[in-house]
């Protein structure tokens, strides 16, 4: 059944300035799914190519498997009183370039809309590149769709440079069910 409600909910409780303080970061779980399907989903861009479920479509659940199976992978979950509120995925990868260093490349960068604001992106990147470090990265990179400008200015205040221009091809895919994104939409 497809819901509507394509908005994480916000955690319950009186959250002020001291919210990011109290985040809380953790692996993702499987169970975690519902929430990060809906965060991801939740801006003009996501609800073009996601698909909000009930029970969550099998496609996230085998991308999940993959990740958490993967040692140079980490989806992360941000928490606030023990609810999910942001979430980020990390894929560390070698490179010959840099004297042979490794990256950081960061993507599906989340904050719930009830708690958009409140400075938690800026605690969760924070975190990211210190995860970056302590793997041994010598670089954090990521991607911002060009129609994203305030996304863009966030990533600038945080030190990222938009040092190269990026290109994608979209590859043929398998056909897409009533319900879900279609072809040729907008790409991250």
Same mark, same amino acid.
């Given at each position: 059944?497809?819901?509507t409600d394509r908005s994480a909910p916000a955690p319950s409780g009186n959250f002020g300035s001291d919210v990011s303080e109290s985040l809380q970061f953790r692996p993702a779980q499987e169970g975690d799914l519902?929430?990060?399907?809906?965060?991801?989903?939740?801006?003009?861009?996501?609800?073009?190519?996601?698909?909000?479920?009930?029970?969550?479509?099998?496609?996230?659940?085998?991308?999940?498997?993959? #990740?958490?199976?993967?040692?140079?992978?980490?989806?992360?979950? @941000?928490?606030?009183?023990?609810?999910?509120?942001?979430?980020?995925?990390?894929?560390?990868?070698?490179?010959?370039?840099?004297?042979?260093?490794?990256?950081?490349?960061?993507?599906?960068?989340?904050?719930?809309?009830?708690?958009?604001?409140?400075?938690?992106?800026?605690?969760?990147?924070?975190?990211?590149?210190?995860?970056?470090?302590?793997?041994?990265?010598?670089?954090?990179?990521?991607?911002?769709?060009?129609?994203?400008?305030?996304?863009?200015?966030?990533?600038?205040?945080?030190?990222?440079? @938009?040092?190269?221009?990026?290109?994608?091809?979209?590859?043929?895919?398998?056909? #897409?069910?009533?319900?879900?994104?279609?072809?040729?939409?907008?790409?991250?």
């Amino acid at each position: 059944m497809e819901s509507t409600d394509r908005s994480a909910p916000a955690p319950s409780g009186n959250f002020g300035s001291d919210v990011s303080e109290s985040l809380q970061f953790r692996p993702a779980q499987e169970g975690d799914l519902p929430n990060l399907v809906k965060m991801l989903a939740d801006d003009p861009l996501g609800a073009t190519r996601e698909r909000v479920s009930e029970p969550v479509d099998s496609r996230y659940v085998e991308a999940f498997r993959s #990740i958490d199976g993967d040692p140079n992978q980490e989806l992360t979950v @941000a928490l606030s009183e023990g609810f999910p509120v942001g979430m980020l995925q990390l894929t560390f990868i070698p490179y010959l370039t840099h004297t042979g260093s490794w990256r950081c490349q960061v993507e599906g960068v989340r904050i719930a809309r009830g708690v958009r604001g409140l400075g938690l992106g800026s605690v969760l990147l924070r975190w990211a590149i210190d995860r970056a470090k302590a793997r041994g990265a010598r670089l954090v990179q990521l991607t911002s769709d060009k129609s994203r400008p305030d996304a863009l200015r966030f990533y600038g205040s945080l030190g990222f440079k @938009a040092t190269h221009e990026g290109f994608k091809l979209r590859l043929e895919t398998p056909p #897409i069910d009533s319900g879900t994104a279609t072809e040729g939409s907008a790409e991250p």
